[in-house]
Every structure is written in C-alpha cells, then in structure tokens.
C-alpha cells in the first residue's frame, strides 16, 4: 500500500459523501460502539436538549449540535464510554399550529370539529416525517449516534393510519413487532434503539411521576390569573414563553382619555395602547411620590404627572398651570369610568369603586404618569385589584371575542375594537387624542399574533415564596419549604460556560412567578388530573395507578398512548362525594416534556442501577437565548422535585447564528441560508469549523464568505502540507518505520510546538472550549507550512535518503498524523479522509477508522526549551519586520541596509544569535 492524494482544490461536499459511504460499509459507528463496550472505561454522558420535529433543520441548529458530536468523539478518543443519545421534542403548539396550517384551520374550533383523535394522529405523523428529514441532515452534519432509520420511521408514519394494527419495525436492536400506536410509543425505548421521542409513553408517564410529587407536597393547584393569551391559538402562553422570544416591534394607536372627576373640578388624563381594556377600568393608579399637575388646557381642566406634562400634552403654548401636588394626596379620588353603562360593568358593582391608588411602580417616562388599572385584562393590574379588594370585570372569551354583558361591544373581536372605542370616547367627549406608538408588545412565539390578556384559571406549580434574602442566607430548613431555593442549589452544582450563565439562571429562578404547567390544547402531555365538581382533585402517578383507579373507560383507552380523546374516557371515584370523575381537559407545558429526558431516557422507572450510571450527564449544550428559562431550568426543576440533584454538570450555552450582514436570517430578506446548501455547497465540515471557531458567548455570523475564508486559509493550507509529504514521502517511498538517529533542531523545535500544542488543546477541549482550540490548531498548521516546511525543504528535495531526509520525513509524517486526530472530533470528514490516505496505509493494525482512535498523548521530554523561546523570537521578529516593511511601504524582497530591534538587555544575546 502507499499514500494517496488530496487535492487541495478538492470538492468538500463530494470528499465527505465518499468518507460517508465508507463509514457506512464499515459500520464505523457501531464498530466504536463495540470497542467501548468490550473495554472497562470511565462512563462520560450526554443528554440532548431535543430539537423539534417540525421543519427541516436550518443552519442555525448545526452550531449546537457541532458541540454534541464533538465532544462525544472526543470524549471517546481520550478513552470514555460514551452515551449520546438524539432527541427529538415531538408535542405542543409548535406541531399543533403547523397541522393546523396544512388542514387551513383558522381556530381551535376547527380541530374539535375535524376530530381530536385524527388531529393527534396527523401530529404524530408530522413528528415522524420530519425526525426522518432531520435524522438525515444530522448524519451529513457528520453526527455519529444510534439514529433511527429514515425509511422505518417513515413507515411507522404510515402504519398510524391503522393505528391498533399490528405492524414490525426494524430498529438498531432488530425487528419489533407491534400495533402502530404501540411502537410510535416506544421510540428511543431500549428494545427500539434510536433516538428519543418526547411523545413517547414513558416520557409522558415519567412527568405523571413528577406531577405525583409536587402533588403529594402541596405544590400542584389551579389559580385564576391574568394570563398572556394568544387568541389566534386560544391558549394561555406561560412567563417563560413570553420572556424568551415573546416580544416583536409592533405598533399601535394609543390613546389620552380623560377620566371625570366626582367630587372635584377637572380629570384625570390617562393613556393606554390597548383601548379595549377601557372596558374594564376599575381604578387608576399614581406614584405617591411623584409631582402632579393640574392644569388647564383649552377648555379642560387636567391632572397629570409634572414629567409627562410636555409629551402627554405638545401644544405647551395653551397649558396653564393651576397648581402641584404628591401623588399621595390623589388617594381615594373617585372618578367615573369610561364604560360605567355596560351591563357586566355595573353588575360588578364597578361604579361604585372607581377612585385613585397607590402603586410604586407608576413612571413618568411614557403616558401620563397616571395609569388605568384593569384586574381583568392585565397581570400587574390583577395583583392591585387584589390588593385593594376590586372586582375584576374580564371582557374576552378564549378567541378574543368580546363577551355578553358587554353591551353594543359584544361579538367584537378584541383586533378590531381600537376605532369603535375611539369613536366612541369621542361621542362621550372624553378623548383628548390619538397618538401612532411604536414599542415592544408580547406576541405569540409560534404563530405571531399579538397576545392579550385574560382572566382564566390554569394550573400551577408553586415555586415558593420569593424571600428578601440572598442564597446563602436561605436555611435548610426554609429550603425544604420551597421549590425555588432548592432548584437554585442545583443550579448552582452546575459548570455553566459563558460563566455568567449561572447569575442568569439563579437571577431567573429568584425572580420567577409560579410555573404555569397547563395549556388549553388538544395534542400533548394530558396533565393527570381529575378534579371533581366538588372541588376535590388528585394528580395520577402512573399508568398502573391510573387503572387500579378507573371506573370507568379503560377498555377504550387500553391500547392507545396517554393522549387526547382516548386517555379522556378514563373516569376514577370521587372520594369526597362519590361523584364520577373526568380527567381536566388541559394538555401540559412542552417543557414538561423537554425537561424529564434525564430520567425517562436512561430507565430511571425500569433500572435504577443503569440510570445511576449514566447520571448526571457530563454535559448539555444549547443556544443560550431563552434556555436559562425553559430547558435549563425545566432540566433543573424536575430532576430537583424527584432526586433533589442536578441533572448535568457542565452546561454550554451559545449564542444566535446571524448572517453575515448581522441581522436574523430571513427568507424575506435574501439572507437566509438552508442547512442542506450549506452542507451541499460549503460542506459539513466547514461549517463544524466556523461553528467550533466561534467564541459560544457571541452571535455568530455566518455565510458563504466566511466558509470561502476557512477553506482558503485553514483547510488549503494544510491539504498544501498534506500533499507535500504525499509527493516526496511517495517519491522517495518513505514509510514510518524509517526513523532517524537524530533530529535536527528544526525538527527538535517544531515537534515541541506540537507537544505544547496538544496540551493547549487537551485542557481546551477538557473544559469544552473549542474557539481557543480552533485557534491553537490553525496556528501549529501555520508555522508547519510556513516555518517547518518552507526552511526544510531542501532536505525533502535532496537526492540521498540520509539520516537528515529521514528525520524531515519523520517529524513532518508525526505532526500531520497528531493534527488528523486532533481535528477528528472537529472535522470528522476531512480528517478521516486524511486518515485513510496517509496513515492506514503504512501502518500495519492501525485502527480501521481514525474515529477509533485514541488521544495523542504527551511527551513532554521533546521540548527543548531554550530552542522553541528562540524559535519563539525568531517568529515575532520576523513578524515585526514585516509589520515595520508595511508601514515603510517597502516590499518584503527589497533588500534593506539596516535593521534595529530594540530589546530587553537579557534579550540581546539571544537575537544575535538568531
């Protein structure tokens, strides 16, 4: 055998596509899968933060999942065992909204008629076709794991046609034959293989455990609030939604309404940019510190903060001020609303209670400094209705829909009220004006539209009173009482990379609100919850519970996964009236699901030595916008409820891929780029590299510039190297058992730059840092090519095969192969190419993969100390020269009469040396 080329002008993407199918012919994967398994190693782990099956895979989600496959080949190569299973996030609004679209349903009224069981069905299958799509672009990403089969999954998408008849599929683990329905629910399941589905059964059954526990302690309860909700998808959307990716630039006409005065000349001026909450004013609220006015302007009499008097108020010119006051001494000021007429209105009493309170959070920098409190259309005005005891009139139905009760409003949709209500203040000569407002207003994350408020029972779990205290501070005993505290010490078990991960995280559980654990959909986790009419309720533990205590529609649900309608027929006993009782019709929050996969996936119900051995995981990863808030904290919270143990050791956060102008990548825009062009036209390994490159804590920006970059100056460059050797080590018929007597002190220093370069990268890759171990790799390929192979080349080209030609050969052969594996958990494509046409050719009982292979080790005794710190000199200045030439505007082969390097005393010796 002898070496092969590697043109450095090769096509990537078809480089990859042959390194592809020799991986596949060779069952490389399950080849290091059997190597790790027939070895006593170290357990190393990894839990996926599962991607939604959805859509095809964007290039924005490679950066993430370059992390997951690198440190797991690299983890394998420093001689772990590796776990590192796929996963796929299956259930929620984000596959509901896009059936939807597919069967053009314009609300959930729409599903109910189609039918929930056919509606579910067609979910599921959404998942499969694109677990399958996305299953394949993983694999071309260069992912080694134990995937699913596209085409079976594509299969069993079809089988769920019949969902109760048998059928077979074949995973990894062999042939498993059952009904349709009973193999979607055991996807990622030991018997299955592959990736994990968070629709599976056990994954929905493990939360019914965690559920049982918070129950069991108190935690679990229904609460009336006011809840962001989004009347398009006709669901409450919870905190954490709306604080991650809940906010859009939108604007609105706002509007300036006066508010008359009972007992006293004049009227509050107040301003609101949802004018449909005027229908449900109670109270108006004021800082009892800040400065009011009172005013004449025009014809009217107003009272307004002194700060907001000129924007509230921009034609100064007519505005006379009467007189100055606190804020404190409006207290009690009763006023009459904007909608007092309106039946529901009055039946609440609300004439009666209209006046001026107190509220510290009251600013001046937008309004009027006087704000309009409506309980029933907004979260903080909820909390003031109940602190001062007011009623709290709530003006939509679950679609926007403005309600009976209601009066000439009634039918209106909460979208089109702005110019009826305008018209209307205008009719009552109450509104002062209109004013175009542009501002950040919470949207719907999944289909866009603009949330509102409404006043709705959901379901809960109690975090725990927030106490005016520091971690530290908090005592075991008050830690054992609240849920927040004890997720905050778990949370701070962790290794967060950015560090300041952990401050976002503790900073977010401090603050936090109850977590709202239930959303009035059709396809996702159904909450085990029975509660009667009574008002007695209980929280089901599992599916052998569940039938111990069914009375009732058991033999319909037996068989079918724990989903909407079927797990609905099931009815257990009332134990405090003997009522017969349904299950609540909510299905739960998605991050229930993302946030039990540390227990359900590693058989924490099934085998808890397996599951002890495999957790915590080592590491998760994900892009950190929004994750502090969702799956880091669901990981958090649930594995705190049931081990009180954190779930992962070290968690990665990394920033948003942009584009390379900078903004978000948009179709509309022409800057969006698609993985598979990416993959296709760049290749797979390029975009590892840009992605590892990148330092996690920034957005990364990302396009074909940059790739063109890498390939020219990174990945050309060392094919160059590369194909040097290839021609001389052919010519000369070199192999790696020709070694020499000694080295020259070229060799003796580049070889020590190696050494130190794999233990830089080592301790890098050790603590996951892949942007300085990008760099210490590109910079020991630089100094190879320009430094090592440029001033030894005449020992290449001279005609004897002397000691001196052997050591050349022999270093050079020795920095390539070391740079092949130290770039394999990186570029896993272009290093085994590399592999396969320079090493395993020469070397008899090398691994059949480089992907089989160890670590590099150290070899601290080829550093020559006193040389490389020369060496060292010798670079900076040259680059110092060349920097000096630059700034002379002289060419470097313009020959120059003197040189002056000015330097430390104990330098000087030295540079006249070299």
């Not at 669901?235 to 990716?245: A, L, N």
Request: proline share 5%.
């Amino acid at each position: 055998m002898s070496y092969k080329p590697l043109d450095s002008k090769v096509n990537i993407p078809e480089l990859e596509h042959e390194v592809q199918k020799f991986w596949d012919e060779t069952n490389a994967y399950w080849k290091r899968v059997e190597i790790q398994e027939n070895e006593n190693r170290p357990h190393w782990s990894f839990i996926d933060g599962p991607i939604t099956a959805n859509n095809p895979m964007g290039v924005h989600h490679a950066w993430g999942r370059t992390y997951k496959d690198l440190f797991a080949r690299y983890r394998f190569m420093k001689g772990y065992e590796v776990r590192n299973q796929n996963g796929f996030d299956c259930q929620g609004l984000w596959v509901e909204v896009e059936v939807e679209k597919e069967l053009g349903f314009k609300s959930k009224l729409d599903i109910e008629d189609y039918g929930l069981a056919e509606f579910v069905k067609m979910c599921k299958q959404r998942v499969l076709k694109y677990s399958a799509i996305q299953t394949q672009q993983s694999i071309r990403l260069g992912m080694w794991t134990d995937w699913n089969n596209p085409d079976e999954l594509r299969k069993l998408s079809e089988a769920l046609e019949k969902p109760l008849e048998e059928t077979t599929y074949i995973g990894s683990k062999g042939p498993v034959t059952g009904t349709a329905e009973y193999l979607v629910g055991q996807l990622g399941m030991t018997q299955m293989g592959g990736s994990y589905y968070t629709f599976s059964d056990e994954n929905n059954y493990m939360i019914w455990k965690v559920l049982k526990s918070c129950h069991e302690r108190g935690w679990i309860y229904i609460g009336a609030d006011a809840m962001p909700w989004c009347p398009r998808c006709s669901t409450g959307i919870s905190q954490h939604e709306i604080v991650t990716e809940g906010y859009q630039e939108v604007t609105h006409t706002s509007v300036y309404v006066l508010f008359r005065l009972k007992d006293r000349e004049g009227s509050l001026l107040i301003w609101t940019t949802t004018p449909w909450t005027l229908t449900s004013n109670v109270a108006a609220a004021v800082h009892p510190e800040l400065t009011y006015v009172k005013v004449k302007y025009r014809n009217e009499v107003m009272y307004l903060s002194k700060g907001a008097l000129k924007s509230a108020i921009p034609d100064q010119k007519h505005v006379e001020i009467l007189g100055e006051l606190k804020g404190a001494e409006m207290d009690g000021w009763k006023y009459t609303g904007p909608y007092d007429e309106l039946p529901r209105v009055k039946e609440l009493r609300v004439p009666e209670v209209h006046r001026v309170i107190m509220w510290e959070d009251v600013g001046e920098e937008e309004g009027t400094g006087i704000v309009h409190i409506a309980p029933g259309a907004g979260k903080e005005d909820l909390g003031l209705g109940r602190k001062y005891g007011l009623p709290a009139p709530a003006p939509l139905d679950d679609f926007g829909v403005i309600i009976d009760g209601f009066g000439w409003l009634t039918g209106l949709h909460v979208y089109d009220s702005a110019e009826p209500i305008f018209e209307d203040l205008r009719k009552k000569e109450i509104l002062y004006r209109t004013q175009k407002v542009t501002h950040r207003y919470p949207t719907c994350w999944r289909c866009g539209s603009e949330l509102v408020f409404r006043h709705v029972a959901e379901w809960f779990i109690n975090m725990g009173e927030k106490l005016d205290k520091d971690l530290e501070d908090i005592t075991e005993e008050e830690k054992d009482q609240n849920l927040r505290y004890q997720i905050m010490d778990s949370a701070s078990n962790v290794n967060w990379i950015p560090s300041f991960g952990l401050k976002r995280e503790l900073d977010w559980l401090k603050n936090m609100d109850d977590w709202m654990i239930s959303k009035k959909r059709y396809y996702g986790l159904a909450l085990p919850i029975w509660k009667c009419e009574c008002s007695w309720f209980d929280v089901i533990g599992s599916k052998e519970e569940l039938k111990e205590r069914a009375v009732e529609g058991w033999e319909k649900f037996e068989g079918h996964s724990p989903h909407r309608p079927y797990i609905d027929a099931v009815k257990i006993k009332c134990p405090k009236c003997g009522k017969t009782v349904s299950r609540i019709p909510d299905v739960g929050n998605p991050w229930l699901d993302a946030g039990i996969v540390g227990y359900s996936t590693i058989q924490y119900r099934q085998n808890r030595e397996y599951w002890e051995k495999w957790f915590p995981a080592n590491f998760i990863t994900e892009s950190f916008p929004g994750q502090f808030r969702n799956w880091f904290y669901a990981m958090l919270a649930e594995s705190t409820i049931l081990e009180r143990r954190t779930p992962y050791w070290t968690c990665l956060g990394h920033g948003q891929v942009l584009a390379e102008d900078g903004r978000e990548m948009h179709k509309s825009w022409g800057n969006a780029i698609w993985f598979d062009d990416a993959a296709e036209t760049m290749g797979a390994d390029i975009i590892r590299w840009i992605d590892s490159l990148a330092k996690p804590e920034n957005n990364l920006l990302f396009g074909y510039g940059r790739a063109n970059e890498v390939r020219r100056l990174f990945f050309m460059t060392l094919l160059n190297v590369y194909n040097f050797f290839y021609q001389y080590a052919t010519l000369d018929n070199w192999t790696p058992d020709q070694q020499p007597l000694k080295l020259d002190p070229l060799d003796r220093w580049i070889l020590g730059k190696l050494d130190v370069t794999i233990e830089k990268v080592t301790e890098n890759l050790d603590n996951y840092l892949t942007s300085p171990t990008c760099t210490e790799i590109d910079r020991f390929v630089d100094i190879l090519s320009k430094w090592y192979v440029r001033r030894s080349r005449r020992r290449f080209w001279k005609t004897e095969a002397d000691d001196e030609k052997k050591a050349a050969y022999s270093t050079l052969y020795k920095c390539l192969k070391t740079v092949i594996y130290m770039m394999a958990p990186i570029t896993p494509y272009l290093s085994e190419a590399l592999y396969q046409r320079m090493i395993r050719p020469v070397e008899a009982g090398a691994p059949e993969s480089v992907h089989h292979c160890s670590w590099p080790e150290l070899d601290p005794s080829i550093r020559d100390l006193e040389l490389m710190e020369e060496m060292d000199m010798a670079l900076n200045l040259s680059s110092a020269g060349r920097a000096a030439r630059s700034q002379a505007n002289i060419k470097l082969r313009q020959p120059l009469a003197e040189v002056v390097v000015v330097a430390p005393s104990d330098k000087t010796a030295r540079i006249g040396n070299i």
